[in-house]
């Protein structure tokens, strides 16, 4: 059963290549399938491509689906990582 979320993003710059890196790197940390739905569209967890193709920005919102074994444990990384205010 998936597991969904919906966060707001906080980093100052949004998701540029830098950090879009980042939250693929913390997607291919847990055994889940990870999608994030925006206006923009639908990524993979693990396209960078897809990541950057959201268009994400300071104060947009996202959907994060998981399934898998650590479902709850990526919405976690994912949402802690896209709230976070670090300056990137």
Do not use: F, W
């Not at 919102?61 to 990384?77: F, L, P, R, T």
């Amino acid at each position: 059963m998936p597991v969904t979320s919906v966060c707001k993003i906080n980093l100052k710059k949004g998701l540029h290549a830098r950090t879009s890196a980042e939250l693929m790197d913390i997607c291919n940390r847990y055994d889940a399938n990870i999608t994030l739905v925006s206006d923009h569209g639908v990524a993979k967890g693990d396209s960078i491509l897809q990541l950057l193709s959201l268009c994400l920005t300071y104060g947009s919102q996202v959907e994060i689906e998981a399934s898998g074994s650590q479902a709850q444990q990526a919405i976690q990384a994912i949402t802690d990582y896209l709230q976070s205010d670090c300056n990137h």
